[in-house]
């Protein structure tokens, strides 16, 4: 099993994913954001069995997913430093939907979900800001995210950005500071940091979806940790 997580996230939560997992550090140098340069969910878009990576991915990823025998293939636009060429990966399915800012996805996922109805939301930052639980609940940080799930019907709860931590702004994402693997979701950071902790816990709960903390801080948004394998 493999997981790619930020290479500046708290060390003991790096240290206590490898007891697990054969883990990729994941950090770029000059393509994008410094703040996000590290941040998976900029350069990786994930399928169930699948991964779409931007062409211009640091090749110490591309090495990674070659010797873990990863299936990927690569998308259309590169990585930049702008709006609009830096979310067009950052975005979420389920069986039946593609979440995303409208205009903002990489060609190549939307022609591959092309039989998938768009919820068009109004943060490109959608992975960022979301953290998809199963094809029906979500869990977001994002108010306007919230309202477009919630109008389509979709479980889902909102919750507090201000306690998450992410160097050189005043607060974080959600979606960053975790990934689901095998009904088990990984948190950079406690719950018990998150004065909505618990609320967090029993959404996470009723769906079926263990927690596991990797370290005993605050929250902190890596850019969501990507899993793979057996």
């Known amino acids: 099993m493999w997981a790619i997580i930020d290479k500046r996230a708290p060390r003991e939560a790096i240290e206590k994913l490898k007891e697990n997992f054969i883990v990729l550090e994941f950090s770029s140098k000059n393509i994008t954001y410094e703040e996000v ?4 969910d900029i350069f990786i878009f994930q399928e169930k069995n699948k991964l779409i990576i931007a062409p211009n991915s640091p090749q110490e990823l591309i090495d990674f997913l070659d010797n873990q025998k ?3 293939t690569f998308g ?7 709006l609009n060429n830096s979310t067009q990966y950052n975005c979420i399915i389920t069986d039946e939907l593609l979440l995303h800012k409208k205009g903002f996805t990489d060609d190549v996922i939307s022609k591959k979900h092309i039989d998938k109805k768009l919820v068009e939301l109004p943060q490109s930052y959608t992975r960022c800001s979301l953290t998809k639980v199963n094809n029906n609940s979500f869990i977001t940080s994002d108010s306007g995210i919230y309202k477009a799930l919630i109008k389509k019907g979709l479980n889902t709860l909102l919750v507090d950005p201000k306690p998450i931590e992410l160097p050189g702004y005043p607060y974080g994402f959600f979606g960053g500071t975790n990934g ?18 618990n609320l967090i816990k029993k959404f996470l709960e009723i769906n079926n979806v263990t927690i596991t903390e990797l370290y005993q801080g605050a929250l902190y948004d890596g850019g969501g940790i990507f899993f793979g394998g057996n």
């Open 37 to 40: 340069s590290g941040h998976p």
């Open 180 to 197: 689901i693997f095998n009904n088990t979701s990984y948190f950079i950071g406690s719950l018990k940091y998150h004065h909505q902790g």
């Open 76 to 82: 259309k636009k590169e990585v930049g430093i702008e």
């Open 70 to 72: 990863v299936n990927y």
